[in-house]
Every structure is written in C-alpha cells, then in structure tokens.
C-alpha cells in the first residue's frame, strides 16, 4: 500500500475545448487576471509547486507570490515566502540561462543519474534529487513518498499534461482546479491536460465536482479524484 504522500493538486487552464496551449506550445497566456490571482492562491496553499521542463521551457519563469494578503498569511503560517519550485525533467536539459534561474524561489530538481550531470557542481538549483527505478526512469511514486518525508505536506501541480499523466497513472493526484477559458484553439497536436497514451473508459480516473465558480467569462472548475476506482492502467 502506498505510504503517506503529500496532498497533490493538479492547477491548469484551458481552452473550451480543452487545450492548455496552442499547436506551437506557445506560453498559455489567455487566463483573465481572476485566474491568475487563483492561481497564485494555490500556490500560496502549497508547500511546494511542480511542473515539467516543457512547461517550464514555454514560459521561462515560474509564477511566485506578489499579493501582501497571501505573503502574509503565509508568514502566519511560519511558511517561506515563497515554496519550493521544483522542475521535474528526466533529461535534465533546460537552459540555464533562462529568467526562472534569477527569480527569489528556491529551485529543486527532480531528475536521473543521466539528467544531473551537468548540474552537479553548479549553483542553479538548491537540490536535486535523484530517484529512479532500475531502468533510468524517475520514480514517480518513490518522489512524492520521499518529498512527503522532507515535510512536504501539499503539493500544487502546474503542468504539463505528460506530468498529469504520470500522476494518474500511480494514483497520486487528489484534487483538480481547472479554469475554462473563453476561447477556442484547437489542432491536433496542442496540449491537453492529461497527455500520455490514455487511459480505456472503464479504467479511466473518475472525477467528483465539488465546486463550480463563474467570474465574468470564465469558469473555474474543482474536482476531488474519486479513489474507490481500480488500478489504473494506460492503454
């Protein structure tokens, strides 16, 4: 049985038709400030925030916490300022030069024996952390088990779909935020929430709404992962 973990919420925007980026991977930008402020309101809940290098390569940055009300709460809280930004990437190829590594976070990596080699030795991240299985791949479930053990109590996942995925598949997610925005991007190869092989309809992760919210033109949807459902398994 999986050991204690931290609570994991998925946080994304998207398109009516569910895209959360366009066919060129172009940063997601077409949230309203509404849902920007949301969003910074889940990550000043989190102790930590995750994303994948792909996000990561779109945006360049990472979203941190400007708004006094959440700053202060979270120093009631005897939090940091700000919680750990972790990049998740096996390959460990991300551009050192990007703004993300001048921004005031604390930044983790999440990688292989492969994808730390060229970080060792330099001053980018504050840690990195190696966790696989015996074929080179991250343990997923092995991560979120050895970040529960560094008091890692919440965790908000902010992209992207390969990462959602992944998180499915080991049954690690417990909530969803996701904002619909009103626009249309479609194309075939644009990024969806949940990316990966898919899961077949009678496995499929199953979802209980627990808050719906409409601001203006868009509607910010919340969901609790329903986990009396069998082991999931992808296509």
């Known amino acids: 049985?999986?050991?204690?973990?931290?609570?994991?919420?998925?946080?994304?925007?998207?398109?009516?038709?569910?895209?959360?980026?366009?066919?060129?991977?172009?940063?997601a930008r077409f949230?309203?400030?509404?849902?920007?402020?949301?969003?910074?309101?889940?990550?000043?809940?989190?102790?930590a925030v995750v994303f994948g290098a792909g996000t990561l390569h779109a945006y360049g940055t990472t979203l941190t916490i400007s708004q006094p009300r959440l700053?202060?709460?979270?120093?009631?809280?005897?939090?940091?300022?700000?919680?750990?930004?972790?990049?998740?990437?096996?390959?460990?190829?991300?551009?050192?030069?990007?703004?993300?590594?001048?921004?005031?976070?604390?930044?983790?990596?999440l990688t292989t024996t492969k994808g730390a080699k060229f970080w060792q030795n330099r001053a980018e991240f504050d840690r990195i952390l190696v966790?696989?299985?015996?074929?080179?791949?991250?343990?997923?479930?092995?991560?979120?088990?050895?970040?529960?053990?560094?008091?890692?109590?919440n965790i908000a996942v902010l992209g992207g779909g390969q990462l959602v995925a992944s998180l499915l598949e080991f049954d690690l997610i417990d909530e969803l935020w996701l904002t619909i925005c009103p626009l249309i991007l479609g194309?075939?190869?644009?990024?969806?929430?949940?990316?990966?092989?898919?899961?077949?309809?009678?496995?499929?992760?199953?979802?209980e709404l627990i808050e719906v919210n409409t601001v203006e033109q868009e509607v910010f949807l919340h969901y609790r992962l329903h986990k009396n459902h069998q082991r999931l398994n992808p296509v």
Do not use: Y
């Open 187 to 207: 194309g075939d190869t644009a990024p969806t929430p949940v990316a990966g092989q898919g899961f077949l309809s009678n496995l499929a992760p199953k979802l």
């Open 31 to 47: 949230g309203s400030t509404t849902d920007k402020a949301h969003l910074e309101a889940q990550i000043a809940a989190a102790d």
């Open 71 to 109: 700053l202060q709460q979270r120093t009631t809280e005897h939090k940091s300022p700000q919680p750990f930004h972790i990049v998740i990437s096996s390959s460990g190829n991300i551009n050192p030069d990007i703004k993300f590594f001048q921004q005031p976070v604390e930044r983790w990596l």
């Open 131 to 153: 966790i696989e299985t015996t074929t080179g791949n991250i343990d997923t479930c092995a991560v979120w088990q050895h970040l529960a053990s560094l008091q890692i109590k």
């Open 1 to 27: 049985m999986m050991q204690k973990r931290p609570h994991t919420t998925v946080v994304l925007a998207m398109s009516a038709d569910g895209k959360i980026a366009d066919f060129r991977r172009s940063p």
